[in-house]
């Protein structure tokens, strides 16, 4: 029977355990979380005249780790009033406590002996059935299990989580040669569908599948560049964003990762192996040199490279000296920049030959070779290889895709020439008459796995926009969206504009869509698989009207722009809309008038537009003080002041969430919307929702009144931002956009709870806007947004 997860126990509250537990409390899973005893006091303890018997002494290990989740940096946890979730205290006074918890995590110290007396410890109290997991990242699960009982045996695994675990997608499921299928199987559908990770599931080998792949590459990637004489900065501009790597490249992650970490891992190989593999697993003296040093990265804050003042500073290796970082100049650099398409670009930096090409054909060559010999040891397939690098490491192509990408036959011609021996499952591909490891057979996607060429597993729940598209073609499609048949009924709008900014094409592409699903579907997803739902309307356009004074044509726009707000929010068919990443200005107006939000847990929402001189255009103000509105309960008493305060405030300060939760507490989602965990899962789930809508009787929203604060309203939001404007917070030119907010949601100069039409609201809304925009300081503001990224204050 499948084990139900109620209730977690985590053991260790350092860097992964507290992470962990934040993880966990951010999807709604209670955690318990246990460190050890502290054996003496510090001073300021026995100050205060405290005792090791004290609680507070005894709970400390975890208790501060819970304090320092409220502080970290990227925020552990979505909300901060998940911390309610997490109980700390200690592994002697709550021992009991493992018997009330479902599964229980252990991340202590990297240490066997640390790790097997602890398990001891648990089985004098652990229930019989209940999941027992390690963190570890490179120990033998199956080291670890020795000694213990079948039950415990059966339900221990290893979960490897990575740094940090609310934000890397790969979970990496370690079973043992004890471990039953299903406590497996249980742990892979847990960490998927409500940890919202990446599952892989890995062999019990030296750093399982990422370390083991990614820690080669880097070991490979100093080696190269020590041979070669290549400088930090150089090796990072080959190694990062240019050929699908994060922009920490090569030395910023060594940097992150701390360098005694990193050896730690490392050595997890060299302990294991021999030979040539062990050789590139070697420490090399200038890297022992910086950890003798205490040059172990970002948390020492010094590494590889060096924050001087506003300047980053690179290590030079030969004196050891921090230097000016210097950035590899190479005419294969540019010509790279210029290619569609990461395949292109890769294949094109791969074989130049200049010193921007020979560093990357040097380190990608052995790494891809590797990662080949290491199928069939580390995992079962190149896809679990090919996912693990991506959803670990941040690649944006696994090692077999981006093989593919550059030739597997030209590579391994050079490779032979080069005199290095092919790996025998890349020789079996050859012998196959294969020249790629994924290749496509009758619509759908096939892998190689050592004879032949099998379908890579289908998940029902990921919805690959850009397969769909190139099975079913799209119904409609201009430059800024198309609409996509997602089938069982529902449509799809995806946006793909530069940045999927809204202009006029997106405009008509929602209407169609609309008009096009009342009659033909039965609902619609508006969502992408770009890298954020929307960063607003299209600025530039916005700017150039207002810069030939054409009044009239944004007068059109604006309306235009309200208008397919209010088709979405009357259509007669269910709309559900999709958010994630940055959806900000335009991009979370669509989402507000939509009969359901599914917004994705990374989901930063706001509307931003005074940063830009402006305030909301299409519908926002009115939508998010309606969406509050009506996420008020009935039977709660509406307290119409407080409601227009907080709006007022948050569309002012142009607050945007760090997640879908914080969205909610802002009012941009209520209760009703839903959260997707797992990103890759979000149109399905829109999808499902959509169906559910329609097949329990949809029915349009009635065209409500809306209750408005008035002339006496409009005088209490503004009595805040004339005290920030008196002590200088606030520019005149900010105050002069609060006070046109202020008028807009306060509903002008009417009584107090006057009921008014929700077009009289956006005809209001309009007017502010377009005066606005006709102000030279907003659109100073424009322009510096549109050159420099960030907002000007004028
Ligand atoms: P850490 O040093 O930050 O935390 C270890 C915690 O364990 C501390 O709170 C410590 O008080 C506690 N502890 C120490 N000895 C203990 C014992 N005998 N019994 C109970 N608790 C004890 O370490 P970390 O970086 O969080 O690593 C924890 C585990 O996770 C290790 O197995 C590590 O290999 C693994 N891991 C770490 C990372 C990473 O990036 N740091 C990534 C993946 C996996």
Known sequence: MAIQIKKVAVIGSGVMGSGIAAHLANVGIPVLLLDIVPTALTNEEQTKRLTLEDPQVRNKFAANALKKL????????TSKRNLSLIEVGNLEDDLEK??????????????????????????????????????????????????????FQQH????HFFNPPRYLKL?????????????????????ENRLGKGVVIAKDTPNFIANRIGTYGLMVTLRE????????GEVDSVTGTLIGRPKSATFRTLDVVG????????????????????QVFTIPPFMKKMIDNGWIGAKATQGFYVKKGREILELDLQTFDYIQTKKMKAPSIEMTKQQKGLANKVKTLVYAKDRAGEILWNTLSPT???AAEMHGEIADTIVAIDQAMKWGFGWRQGPFEVWDAIGVQKSVRKMREEGFEIPTFVQSLLDSGYDSFYGEQDGVIHYFDGDRYRPVPVNE???????????????????????????????LLEFHSQSNAIGLDIIQMINFAVDEVEKNYKGLVIGNQGKNFCVGANLGLILMEAGDDNLFELDYVIRAFQNAMMKIKYATKPVVAAPFGMTLGGGAEVCLPAAHIQAAQETYMGLVETGVGLIPGGGGNIGLYTKFLKGIPHGVEVDLQKVANQVFETIALAKVSTSAEEARENNFLNFADGISVNEDHQLYEAKQIALTLFENGYTTPKREKIPVTGDSGYATLLLGAEAMFLSGYISEHDLKIAKKLAFVLSGGKLPFGTLVDEQYLLDLEREAFLSLIAEPKSQQRMQHMLLKGKPLRN
């Open 259 to 278: 360098l005694d970490t990193f050896m730690h891992v490392v050595n997890n190989v060299y302990n294991e192996t021999t030979g040539e593999e062990q």
């Open 461 to 491: 729940k990921v919805i690959d926009l850009k397969q769909y598209k190139k099975k079913q073609g799209v119904i409609k499609k201009n430059t800024g969206a198309s609409l996509i048949d997602l089938g069982d009924g529902i449509a």
């Open 225 to 232: 560049m020590e041979r070669y004489g290549y400088s930090i």
């Open 70 to 77: 409220l502080t970290q940096k990227p925020a552990p946890l």
């Open 171 to 191: 979970l990496e499921v370690i079973p043992s040669s004890y471990t039953d299928p299903s406590v497996v199987e249980e742990m892979v559908q847990f960490g």
């Open 98 to 151: 493992l018997k009330e918890v479902d599964w229980i995590v252990e991340v202590i110290v990297e240490n066997l002996d640390a790790k097997k007396a602890l398990y001891e410890k648990i089985e004098t109290v652990r229930r019989p059935g209940t999941m027992i997991s390690s963190n570890t990242s490179g120990i033998r699960i199956d080291a670890m299990a020795e000694g213990r009982s079948k039950d």
């Open 368 to 370: 891809l070779r590797y």
């Open 156 to 159: 221990f695994l290893g979960t």
